[in-house]
């Protein structure tokens, strides 16, 4: 397949470079392009056919084990996976991506940035060890198939997460509450002997790249290092930080009126209805919509959320999307196992896009959907010849989840819900309500989780090889910390609390991607609002407007191929920063001053 694809480049290159030289001779000898260059597009054309090839294969692979948690399926992960990483961390191609760098300055752009991101694939699991990759690959499959396949219990009964996050947000019994809670954890156990392997297996393929530790690796996709990306989210959180303790307080007593207790320093875990408290939804009772959903069907949400980008320009989803995509959860008594982390795929870099969710009729879910599509719209954009398979990603990771956030945050607009039948057109909204609900969901506490509590402690294991006797300790330090929550009761080193976060497992040092998209999403929102509909950021509708269609494209179709610094500030004008999000939140942060006063605020 590969000397097919090398003679018939060839074949075709020879051709037009024939006539291409007559000019050069005759016309413009200036213009002549440098042997370098003609090495690198060979070498290139190559590269990108085999890296397309077994990203599909392996791809496929991945999608039948995290929809079918079966030994088969996870055996067949295991194949595909060293397959991959055989192409991927082939030492020739390690090499030659080497020695082509060190002639930047004859190498077009386009053509450095697929040479960077070779090296980053080959890191992955570079074949000059290939005993290290393949112990890597065999434990990565054995923690997807722990973590996908296991089986959650409430007293000595099976329960299901999407179960488990229900009675969190209706119990108000807190001995129910705790219970819960603490069989959410049950899976870390589980998960730590593995985890603790994979540590010094990921660490192990960075350094055979030249990479001190993993976390390196990861954030070396930014340009930037551990310390930089670190100190970045320590900054966005030093600049947020008056309105998150703001927002802390008023939580506390919001909380500890509701289940009748003394208002605590901090946050009792349990009280919060997330499991991990990076989201606090269903604590403002007049930005609750979920009634609006009762009569809706979980199709529906997956269609309206199509419906949101095909009202802007874009053109529907593949018909293989709707065949091949597992989108609704399954019964209770179901045999099939699957992953219940909500996510979409690119299956070929091409038209093979699919998405993995468990779509119920309610808010969550509907704002989910708009976002997972928001992969595949990215996916779909980029998909063209103009963007070779090796940089169909995005400017950098975090740009693919902030463009999911920002349609999430677009789909929680009351003017857009009006406009979809969702809220009535008589609808009255408590614009105070719900920017707090947007706040507490969606926004504030998530930036101390994934700026702080993840990053800091990932850095920790892989960049600090934290020893795995206080993996836990440090962790509950850091929630404590960065996030004022607390658990219900002492969490010793027997538990790995940090391992029930499926990225921890399966996406490791990449949660500060989230962070960046919460605050990139933020940006980009106001652009919109100020620039393009002239309305409010906080009240807006982005419904069936084409020129955000355009706008957004011209972001989307870039994928890799140029730096994420350049492409934000074309788009918007600005560099990273919290000033966007700050100022959608001003209004609120007034409202919580006049709510608080009087109150300790903080827990220090």
Partial sequence: MFVSVKFRTMRRNTFFAFRFLLFLFFIRPVFAESPIQERADRFLALANSGYQALYRVNSEAQWLAVTDVTPAHDAAVEATGKAYAAFNGNPTIISEARDLLTHQNELNELTIRQLKQLLLNAAEGPMTNPDLVAKRVAAETKQASILNGFEFKLNDQPITVNQIDDKLEKSVDLNERKAVWEASKQSGLALKPNLVTLRDLRNGVAKEMKYPDYFSLEVAAYGMTTDEMLKMLDDWMATLRPLYLQLHTWTKYKLAEKFHQPVPKKIPAHWINNRWGQEWPGL???????????????????????????????????????????????????????????????????????????????????????????????????????????????????????????????????????????????????????????????????????????????????????????WNARWWKYVSEFQGIEPPSPRGEEFCDAATKTHINDTPAYYYNYAFATVFKFQLHDYIARKILHQPPQSCNYADNKEIGAWLNNILKKGGTEDWRKVLKEATGEDISTRAMMEYFKPLLSWLEEQNKGRQIGWE
């Fill in 284 to 470: 403002v009772e007049a930005a609750d919509i979920d009634k609006y959903f009762k009569d809706r069907k979980a199709e529906w949400i997956i269609k309206t959320a199509e419906q949101f980008y095909t009202g802007l320009g874009f053109s529907p989803l593949p018909q293989s999307f709707w065949e091949r995509s597992d989108l609704y959860p399954l019964p209770p008594v179901s045999k099939r196992k699957k992953n219940t982390h909500a996510s979409c795929w690119h299956i070929d870099l091409q038209n093979d896009i699919r998405s993995l969710q468990s779509i119920e009729p309610n808010a969550r879910w509907f704002f989910t959907a708009h976002h997972e599509l928001g992969h595949g719209y990215y996916f779909k954009a980029y998909s063209r010849p103009e963007v070779p398979y090796l940089l169909r990603l995005g400017a950098a990771p975090g740009f693919h989840e902030g463009v999911g956030e920002l349609i999430a945050l677009a789909s929680s607009q009351v003017p857009y819900l009006q406009s979809r039948g969702v809220l009535p057109h008589e609808f009255n909204a408590d614009k105070t309500a719900f920017l707090l609900d947007d706040a507490l969901a969606r926004s504030l506490p998530f930036i101390y989780f994934s700026c702080g509590t993840m990053p800091h402690w990932e850095a920790d294991i892989y960049a600090h090889n934290l020893p795995p006797d206080q």
